[in-house]
């Protein structure tokens, strides 16, 4: 299992075990964060599944596809840290991943 901290716009923190094999969305959506949509049920189509990687965690969450830099330029408030939750794939090295929602996410 690997913990992630998905944090709210507001600051509200959900600490969730997800496991290895499912992405960084599909762990919020299975435990009712808010703010993740994934409207398009993960195929990298619809940037509902926007977050904020934290600075320590970027590299290792791996590079992003030129198809979900493209999907990224539909969302709103893009950073360089910018990722689509459902492009994440969760393996045991992330356990300890923090990422935050986008303000227009809520
Ligand atoms: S769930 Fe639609 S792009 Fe990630």
């Avoid at 960084?24 to 949509?37: Q, R, T, Y």
């Amino acid at each position: 299992m690997a913990k992630i901290t998905y944090i709210e716009h507001d600051g509200t923190e959900h600490a969730i075990d997800v496991k290895p094999g499912l992405s960084v969305m599909e762990g919020a959506v299975k435990n009712n964060v808010p703010g993740i949509d994934a409207d398009c049920g993960g195929a990298c189509a619809c940037a509902t599944c926007h977050v904020y990687v934290d600075d320590a965690w970027v590299a290792k969450t791996g590079e992003k596809t030129a198809m979900e830099e493209s999907m990224l330029d539909f969302a709103e408030g893009v950073e360089a840290n910018s990722r689509l939750s459902c492009q994440i794939k969760v393996t045991d090295d992330l356990n300890g991943l923090i990422v935050r929602l986008p303000e227009s996410q809520h």
